[in-house]
């Protein structure tokens, strides 16, 4: 594991914690360290600051995603606002957690990130249930439902013949989605499956994903694909 946090009391403290709980790190202050680093040994997971001197946690971020590197990456952030977490999963970030943190928390979101570097089982499905005679299509590296298909070797997407461009949360909260096709999928569900943790009725970190997938898969004329059911959670269908 890469950690980039330029205080350095948090950084010291991080770097503890996280080796007693059996992981191996690399701590750097700045983020022209965290690229150098990551250049020269790429780590499986980063655990990055947003505001750091000179290159912050987000140029960090972009550098990457655009050298293709797919490397998960878990933000650190004082910014709370809708607008700077979006920014966050727009440099290529595939989660955050506020600062003041608790460590367990760090703990949890760094074992959903690194569960969703493993292959996905072929043919395993997120849900059942019906699902209005559309269920989804399934085989070894491919599924499709509602106008979506998703090569999941590849970890591509494409709403009809255009691509999508996500990043690895999108891509698994897309697939869950796609899976469950018609199916009205809880905020607690979700919260298990695509991050492994239910982060209570307060987080508002699963209506930010969706939110930026949906502005990734709304096209002008086109039907809305992924619906809210107030109060419930979310379904993917077409209208």
Partial sequence: MLLAEDDRAIR????????????????VADGVEALAQAHKTPPDVLLLDVMMPGIDGLQVCRVLRAEGDRTPILML?????????????????????VKPFDVEEVFARLRALLRRT???????????GENGGREPQLSDRQIEAAGIRMDLQARRAWRGKRELELTRTEF???????????????????????????FGPGSKNLAVYVGYLRRKLDEPG????????????????ED
């Fill in 172 to 198: 698994e909260l897309l697939e869950l989605l796609v899976r469950n096709a018609g199916i009205v999928l809880d905020h607690s569900t979700i919260y298990d499956r695509i991050w492994g943790y239910d």
């Fill in 12 to 27: 010291h403290a991080l770097e503890r914690a996280l080796a007693l709980e059996g992981y191996e790190v690399t701590a």
């Fill in 77 to 97: 952030t004082a910014l709370v606002e809708t607008a700077d977490r979006i920014a966050g999963l727009d440099a290529g970030a595939d989660d955050y957690v």
């Fill in 222 to 237: 086109a039907p809305q694909l992924i619906h809210t059911v107030r109060g419930v959670g979310y379904v993917l269908r």
């Fill in 118 to 128: 493993s292959p996905v089982p072929a043919g395993t499905s997120a849900g059942a």
